[in-house]
């Protein structure tokens, strides 16, 4: 039940045009990935519910209050996650924080 009330909330908040989601990973790699951050939004588990918010834009805030812009760009993995492409690169203060992904 408690499942089922998450993704209607997650689903009515997207109606409103803004979800927050939680910075999982920045995305690693030989070369290095510094933009990229892998988000998993709280209620979305599938691909088919994580694929309605690409395209969205994403705002992290600081606690300072400076803000760094990106956007969704793709799905990653099978569970729901999503590729956030930011701007500049993020500061290690940013993982485990929240993102607000805002819909066009």
Request: charged share 20%; proline share 2%.
């Given at each position: 039940?408690?499942?089922?009330?998450?993704?209607?909330?997650?689903?009515?908040?997207?109606?409103?045009?803004?979800?927050?989601?939680?910075?999982?990973?920045?995305?690693?790699?030989?070369?290095?990935?510094?933009?990229?951050?892998?988000?998993?939004?709280?209620?979305?588990?599938?691909?088919?519910?994580?694929?309605?918010?690409?395209?969205?834009?994403?705002?992290?805030?600081?606690?300072?209050?400076?803000e760094?812009?990106?956007?969704?760009?793709?799905?990653?993995?099978?569970?729901?996650?999503?590729?956030?492409?930011?701007?500049?690169?993020?500061?290690?203060?940013?993982?485990?924080?929240?993102?607000?992904?805002?819909?066009k």
């Amino acid at each position: 039940m408690l499942k089922n009330s998450l993704i209607n909330a997650v689903f009515v908040s997207m109606q409103a045009r803004s979800v927050r989601a939680r910075i999982y990973s920045i995305r690693r790699g030989s070369i290095g990935y510094a933009r990229d951050a892998i988000v998993i939004v709280p209620g979305v588990e599938t691909i088919m519910d994580a694929a309605k918010l690409v395209g969205a834009k994403a705002v992290w805030r600081s606690r300072t209050g400076a803000e760094i812009i990106g956007s969704v760009l793709k799905v990653w993995g099978k569970h729901g996650q999503l590729l956030v492409r930011f701007r500049r690169g993020l500061p290690g203060q940013a993982l485990g924080d929240y993102v607000d992904l805002i819909m066009k």
